[in-house]
């Protein structure tokens, strides 16, 4: 299994162009999510989803859109870039299994992004 | 998920026994006590989860109380690649929300 994978590793983008953020598992996880993290900060909940064709807003959401058509995939789309949106973004998954049993979520290495 | 608190930031040296405290006093009967591990430049990954008492694992182990208003976990004999950030978070994934919220961690710097 290759787990979760993002692309690209680095992307630099100018203030007012967009650009998608690409999240992939092959794990079969109902849960995905993305999260961005500042330099010193921990991390903010962007968006996540439960399941295919279901997303809702995380802490964070503004300025950002995701999609869930397939169980393996949730992209993150940046409309119109800017500054502020400069930071490191990270997509996870688990199962999201009813019970008494947590399940822990995996993480891709992570997509370094900088808005001039 | 519960509110959680744990310190900004600990400074310890090799070889010494390390025990991150994480405050927790709104958590629910159901709720899952969870710790992840982060390292520069790399995404978290799971280190130990528990209900009660205490559980080990090869990395940690976490030790709770009984009124589960907090949990301690503790690293021994660190080495300087400890250094990372640690999460504490509590829930019962998938939470009744769903939206599983990090927070700030705690820094651990090992000193040499």
């Known amino acids: 299994n290759a787990g979760v994978t993002q692309t690209p590793k680095f992307q630099v983008l100018k203030t007012g162009q967009s650009m998608t953020l690409q999240c992939a598992q092959d794990?079969?996880?109902?849960?995905m999510s993305w999260y961005r993290q500042d330099p010193g900060m921990g991390l903010r909940l962007i968006h996540y989803s439960v399941g295919a064709g279901i997303t809702d807003q995380g802490e964070v959401p503004n300025g950002y859109n995701v999609s869930r058509s397939t169980t393996e995939d949730f992209p993150l789309r940046l409309l119109s870039a800017a500054p502020s949106q400069t930071s490191v973004y990270f997509c996870?998954?688990?199962?999201?299994?009813?019970?008494?049993?947590?399940?822990?979520?995996?993480f891709g290495p992570g997509t370094r992004l900088t808005v001039l | 998920l519960a509110k959680t608190t744990q310190p900004i930031s600990m400074d310890s040296y090799e070889g010494q026994e390390v025990n991150i405290t994480c405050s927790h006093n709104?958590?629910?009967?159901?709720?899952?006590i969870t710790w992840y591990q982060q390292f520069p430049s790399q995404g978290p990954r799971f280190i130990i989860q528990?209900?009660?008492t205490k559980v080990t694992n090869e990395v940690a182990s976490l030790f709770i109380p009984a009124d589960r208003k907090s949990s301690t976990l503790s690293l021994p004999r660190v080495s300087l690649s400890d250094t990372a950030v640690y999460y504490c978070?509590?829930?019962?994934?998938?939470?009744?929300?769903?939206?599983?919220?990090f927070g700030k961690g705690t820094r651990l710097h090992i000193l040499p």
């Open positions: 794990m079969n996880h109902e849960y």
């Open positions: 996870a998954s688990s199962y999201r299994r009813q019970g008494t049993i947590v399940d822990t979520q995996y």
């Open positions: 709104n958590i629910a009967t159901n709720d899952y």
């Open positions: 978070l509590v829930g019962d994934m998938p939470s009744r929300d769903d939206k599983i919220i």
């Open positions: 528990g209900y009660k």
